[in-house]
């Protein structure tokens, strides 16, 4: 691959120890885990043995674990299923502006439907405050959906100070653990979540698998119908290769999650330290905040976004930002809008750098270089 990417809270490469897991058991344990003959039962025991690792590694019981397709479907089916399951007992729900769109967007469609949504502020770092949650909850409050931590600035929010508040009401408690599964160490009975979903492919598993954990005693209605599969929460032939790997690498996450930390906290120290040794214009997004070790939102005044992603890529620095640029204008990034306000600076020119496996730190080095060049063109510095 040309180039060094530095995306990996968007999308990450697949480890090589998953891809020859996942490979192999395409052709070897390719049985379809309902079927009742050998091949089936050895799908079915994959399966089984796949969900007893995932478990394991959230604090979690196997009944418990619902494979989906993806961390969009797992978020979806939380907040669409429990709205569908307890509406007789009210329809409010609480979240926060900062959620990634599988969540906003979920919340904004049960708005249209007539459901009330709180949409709770974040301050200057895109932290939420548990007391903010306590004085939104009402009785009619059925759902409070709050990331674990969050994909564009990397700011981990206080889920069990949350979950502690929560304790004491009947509300469904979801959080967005997408991001922060695999980064630090994610535990439902610590965090006190009824539900939680992850992605495999933002941990270097395959695309299209992830999970929702669901407490026993946790009502909510499965999007599909059909088969029984999944204890009838989830119908649909179950992917058991890439499930598998999923688990495979969960666990390869698990065991290195210490390691990756020191890290990817180094990598920000040589990439926030170059920049200043070039005397490069910059600011740290959620600086004060405790954040993902790998996950490193910076803004550089005097650019603008557009012409920042287009010089960092001809450089060959594949970077993200969460505005979305349509059309020549830009929609600025609702995570930032909530953090600094509608006019703030940042929202022009923030840029996200994440990091993830295969980095060496001479491509920190060198990605910090070039974009310390790109950037001090740009600003005319
Ligand atoms: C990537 C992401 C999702 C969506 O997961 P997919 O598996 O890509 O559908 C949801 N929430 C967060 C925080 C994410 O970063």
């Not at 949650?133 to 409070?144: G, N, P, Q, S, W």
């Not at 990598?267 to 996950?295: C, H, Y």
Request: aromatic residues 6%.
């Amino acid at each position: 691959m040309n180039g060094i990417y530095l995306d990996h809270a968007a999308t990450t490469p697949v480890h090589p120890e998953v891809a020859r897991v996942y490979a192999e058991l395409l052709t070897s344990t390719f049985g379809n885990a309902s079927s009742i003959h050998g091949t089936g039962r050895a799908a079915r025991k994959l399966l089984d043995d796949s969900r007893a690792t995932v478990a394991g590694l959230i604090g979690a019981r196997p009944e418990e674990m619902i494979f989906t397709g993806g961390g969009t479907e797992s978020d979806n089916f939380a907040i669409f299923g429990t709205a569908e399951a307890r509406s007789d007992e009210g329809r409010h729900i609480i979240t926060t502006g900062i959620e990634h769109h599988a969540v906003l967007n979920a919340c904004k469609r049960l708005e249209k439907r007539g459901f009330e949504v709180t949409w709770l502020p974040v301050d200057r770092e895109g932290r939420v405050s548990p007391d903010d949650v306590k004085d939104a909850l009402r009785e009619d409050t059925i759902l409070v959906t709050i990331m674990a931590a969050n994909n564009e600035v990397g700011t981990i929010q206080p889920i069990r100070e949350i979950g502690e508040i929560l304790k004491g009401h009947s509300a469904t408690f979801h959080t967005d653990a997408v991001q922060a599964f695999g980064e630090i160490p994610v535990d439902v009975k610590e965090f006190g979540v009824d539900l939680l979903s992850a992605s495999a492919h933002k941990i270097n598993g395959p695309k299209g698998i992830g999970f929702l954990y669901q407490r026993n005693g946790t009502k909510i209605v499965p999007p599909t119908s059909g088969g029984e599969q999944e204890r009838k929460r989830r119908a649909g032939t179950e992917n058991v290769p890439g499930i598998a790997a999923f688990a495979k690498a969960a666990e390869i996450a698990q065991e290195s999650l210490a390691e990756r930390r020191e890290r990817h906290e180094a990598f920000k120290q040589i990439m926030t330290g170059i920049l200043k040794e070039t005397g490069t214009a910059f600011s740290v997004n959620a600086d004060r905040a405790e954040t993902l070790p790998n996950i490193l939102n910076l803004s550089f005044p005097g650019t603008d976004i557009e012409s920042l992603l287009v010089n960092l890529d001809l450089a060959g620095i594949h970077v993200s930002s969460g505005s979305a640029c349509t059309a020549g204008s830009i929609d600025p990034s609702h995570v930032l809008v909530a953090m600094h306000g509608e006019s703030a600076e940042e929202l022009r020119n923030s840029v996200r750098f994440s990091f993830g496996y295969g980095l060496s730190e001479e491509d920190i080095r060198s990605a910090a270089e070039k974009t310390a060049a790109v950037v001090r063109r740009l600003a005319g510095q």
